[in-house]
Structure formats: structure tokens, C-alpha cells
């Protein structure tokens, strides 16, 4: 892969990436008792954060319950919640953010866990399709789109309930067009869309 | 996606410095686009630095006008009362982008710096010359149905930023401000960031190595008060612009004192039209007055084999948005 797509420019490559095998090298004391030909540079790197590489243990907190999960930086949060945590409520569907079934919220707003990494998701308050209910009792969004018939196959279901949440709670769904408009971020190749403008709207009218 | 590491920044200051030791090395505020193109293997940088501790936030009004900065949220920016009242376009250009949920990630400076939706650039197997500069342009005889008319090259027809925001922020002259690896802090006005294709379309910008958006400001006018942003896509919603128009008006007596006009989806660059301006300028507010700015705006299109429509839908897309503001 050419450089210029990485930076702007044609800036050159370092020949090794010392200061990675560096970092990983010292560890917390980055600074200390250094060789003269790397004085300058660590100069620069004592005030640097952690880099993390390879396999770490990230803490996440998901529906409320603190996990660990091992993985890479380049673990999406999806990936972490499916294929690690055994969550595989949230679904999969283009894993490019086109179409929402991948939605959960974090910090409360809705996202694409598809394109957030899992180390980012660190120190934030996830909530994922399994922790809407309280244990029987399903949250008014799910009744909703079971009363209506929010669904064909039902692969876009989580995430699209995800967003109706999201999208009642922000006040984007006072009527039939706002609804459509802030839903539109979630697909449904069924083409279930009136029963689930439907399921959102009654929501929407008893908040 | 290629393995890297990942550092989180707690200052510019060590943002850059990273990028300085470590050039190939990216940035990375919402990752809506990083992420994006790393999973199609269009970048693979080894490191990744989380920009989002740095103090670039907050939405202020300054003696310049109101200062956004470049960690705030599309979303929250979109919403934001100050920018509703002073910058009807701009608002509207954010919420119409993108969805609710990438909205609520995506950061103001990565909107700015998104990439072409060209699908000759986001695929791999082909050649490319903003990718691989050199390699070639199969766009031009090509699928260019979504492709720009203004500012292309015999290189590169992409438009090279395919969203909305810098359109409305190059309508109403607003200026970036960037920090570099030295610390030290420039402002550019937006357009003159983005760069046309020419010969090199890989340079886009006029962003330095591991130079930072820190923040953009967008000056207080009449013309910018009254003001909107008409987008036309292939369906209602969740789509990128076939063409756009940002527009402001100030009309007094019905005479156009000022106006400000800027084009999306048509240009190789967010499309200001001082030509179009020059037209209404002093001119009476009817459909005659906006028929010859959408005229001028588009005299120097350049249609490829499936985008001629587009001269047409951008100049009809401009006239239908003059008349919304002008009837306001």
C-alpha cells in the first residue's frame, strides 16, 4: 500500500519502527538511563501514553455487568460482542456502518459497533439488545415491534430496535416523516419499514 | 484489516510527535471512514492514535464567529441552537448526512477530510490514480454516474469530498484552523484546503504531515442567516448527494444585496460558486435572476459518459434552493 494514502504526503518511511520495539522494549520507564543515540527521541517519548499491541485485556461494561475480553486493537466492537462475549444478539450485516444492524448504544447514543474499535469502547457504558429487558419483562420497543409485527426474517430486528430506543429518547419520532428520516440509518431488506414505523411511533406517542 | 497498535493521545503535542516518528502511522477521532477503508484494505497504517482527549471541542461564539471544534460530534454540532439560528445551511447539511448513528460518531474534523465514494478508488483490484498515482483512471470511460463535472482532470473525475458539510462551510467562507508538528497554528480559509486533482490527485489537501484540524470557524452574515441546503440522492434519505446546493441570500427591497452559493456532488472539490454569486449579486430576487447564476455556475462542466445529467439536476438543484431562501 503506497504511503501517500496513509499521510498527505510522500513523507519517508522510517527504516524500522523503533520506536515501537522501543516503547515495548522500556515499558513504564521510557526516559531512563537511555544510550546518547536515542537521548533526543525519548526526550519526545517520556511524556507518550501506553501503546498497546497485540493482545490485551480490555475491560468493557456491558449491559451493566463488567467483561473482559482478550483481543487485538483492531477488534471491533462487534466482533468482541459476538465472537468473544457470547452477546450475539447485536448482528452483522455489511460491517461497513451502511446498515445498522449492528446498532447498540454507548453512553447511551446510538452507533455502529461495526466501525468502533473494542479498545475504544473502554471506560463506557455499553448497552446491547440483550440488556434492554428486565428479565421477562420485555422493554416497550420490543412489545412494540412483536404487536406490530416489526419484522420478516428478523436479522435487522436488534438493531433496528436499538435505534427506535435511541430515536424516541432523542425526540426524532414526534411524527410519521421525523421517524422515517432518524430510522434511516437502519435497513430492513424485507422491506418491513410501515410495521416498524408503526412499533416506533406508538412508542414514541406514550413517551 | 491489517494488525496495528494503538496509542491514545493526551495532547496534540504527542499526537504529532507520534506521527513524526512514526509518518505512516493515522489518526483516529470517530474511525467511520479510517475503519471503513482499513476493512477494504485501502490503508493499513501500523499505528493508530486516538485523537478524541485532545481539547479540540466545544461550539463558542468568538469575535470571528461561531468556533466549532474538530472532536465535536456531527450530531451534536447539527442540533446545536447557535448553529441553527446563525447557519440554517450548515445545520441542515449535517443532519442530512450520513444516519443518526454515524452522526453521533463521526467527528467534524474527519468530515472534513473524508474520502471519495469513487468506486474505482475504494476497490483495490483497480487501477487508480488518486490510490496509486500513475496507474490509471478506468473512471473516466467508465462508471462515473455519481462523478464530478467541475474541477476534474484527464487524471481524476472523483469528487474527491463527497459529503456535505465543507460544502456549506465553503458557502459561508469559513476557516480551519490546523496545528502542526511544531505546535504552531495556521488558519486556512476551507477553500482554499481541498486541492483539484490536476496531474497529482493524490494530494487532496493542503494538510502538512500529521497536521491536525483543530477547529473550524464560520464568520457571522446576513446572508448566512438566511440560508439552506437542498441535497438530491438516489433515495430520500441515507444517501451521498447526486448534487447539492448551499445558499444564502440577503435580499432587501427585493434587490440581492450578497449571496453565497457552493455545489456538492458535482465538484471535484466542495464547489463555491463565485461566478453564480457575481450573477445575483445586485440583481432582482426572481427566477430569471436564478436561472443565469445556475447558468454560470455550471458553464464549465465537464460531463463524462453517464454524469450529463448532472449538469442539468445541479443547475435545477440550485435554482429550486435559491427560490426556497429568496422566498423565506
Partial sequence: MPADLVTPTDAPQPEDNSRRSFLKLSGGIVGLALAPPLAAQAERLTAYSKTIEGATDLTLRINGQVRTVRAEPRVTLLDALRERLDLTGTKKGCDHGQCGACTVHIDGQRVNSCLTLAVMAQGKEITTIEGLAKGDELHPMQEAFLKHDGFQCGYCTPGQIMSGVACVKEGHAKTDDQAREWMSGNLCRCGAYANILAAVREVAGKA | MNDFSYTQAATAK???????????????????????????????????????????????????????????????????????????????????????????????????????????????????????????????????????????????????????????????????????????????????????????????????????????????????????????????????????????????????????????????????????????????????????????????????????????????????????????
Avoid at chain 2, 482532470?153 to 484552523?177: K, R
Avoid at chain 2, 446572508?223 to 447526486?242: C, F, N
Avoid at chain 2, 454560470?296 to 448532472?310: C, D, F, M, V
Fill in chain 2, 14 to 328: 504527542e499526537a504529532t510527535g507520534i506521527l513524526k516518528d512514526q509518518p505512516t502511522a493515522a489518526y483516529i477521532a470517530g474511525g467511520t471512514t479510517l475503519l471503513d477503508m482499513m476493512k477494504a484494505n485501502l490503508l493499513e497504517p501500523p499505528q493508530l492514535v486516538d485523537i478524541n482527549s485532545l481539547p479540540f471541542k466545544g461550539i463558542e461564539q468568538t469575535k470571528d464567529g461561531l468556533r466549532i471544534g474538530a472532536m465535536e460530534r456531527m450530531s451534536a454540532v447539527g442540533e446545536h441552537p447557535l448553529l441553527v439560528q446563525q447557519f440554517p445551511a450548515v445545520s441542515q447539511s449535517l443532519l442530512l448526512a450520513a444516519s443518526p448513528q454515524l452522526r453521533n460518531m463521526a467527528s467534524i474534523g474527519g468530515n472534513i477530510l473524508q474520502r471519495t465514494r469513487c468506486g474505482y478508488f475504494r476497490d483495490a483490484a483497480f487501477p487508480c490514480n488518486k490510490r496509486v498515482p500513475g496507474s490509471g483512471c478506468p473512471a473516466i470511460a467508465g462508471d462515473n454516474h455519481n462523478l464530478a463535472i467541475l474541477g476534474v482532470s484527464e487524471s481524476c473525475i472523483a469528487n474527491s469530498y463527497p459529503g456535505d458539510l465543507s460544502v456549506a462551510l465553503a458557502a459561508f467562507d469559513a476557516v480551519l484552523t490546523l496545528e502542526n508538528q511544531k505546535g504552531k497554528q495556521r488558519r486556512v480559509p476551507i477553500t482554499e484546503f481541498y486541492l483539484l486533482p490536476g496531474k497529482t490527485p493524490q494530494k487532496e489537501t493542503v494538510l502538512e504531515p500529521g497536521e491536525l484540524i483543530v477547529a473550524v470557524t464560520i464568520p457571522t452574515a446576513t446572508h448566512a442567516q438566511r440560508s439552506t441546503y437542498l441535497k438530491v440522492r438516489e433515495r430520500s434519505s441515507y444517501a451521498y448527494a447526486l448534487a447539492s446546493a448551499a445558499v444564502g441570500l440577503d435580499v432587501q427591497g427585493g434587490t440581492i444585496r450578497s449571496a453565497r452559493v457552493a455545489l456538492g456532488g458535482v465538484g471535484a472539490q466542495p464547489w463555491r460558486s463565485r461566478e453564480a454569486e457575481k450573477v445575483l449579486t445586485g440583481q432582482p430576487a426572481t427566477e430569471a435572476t436564478f436561472r443565469a447564476a445556475a447558468t454560470a455556475a455550471l458553464r464549465e462542466a465537464q460531463p463524462r459518459s453517464e454524469n450529463g445529467y448532472k449538469v442539468e439536476l445541479a443547475q435545477n438543484t440550485l435554482v429550486r434552493a435559491l427560490q426556497q431562501v429568496a422566498g423565506a
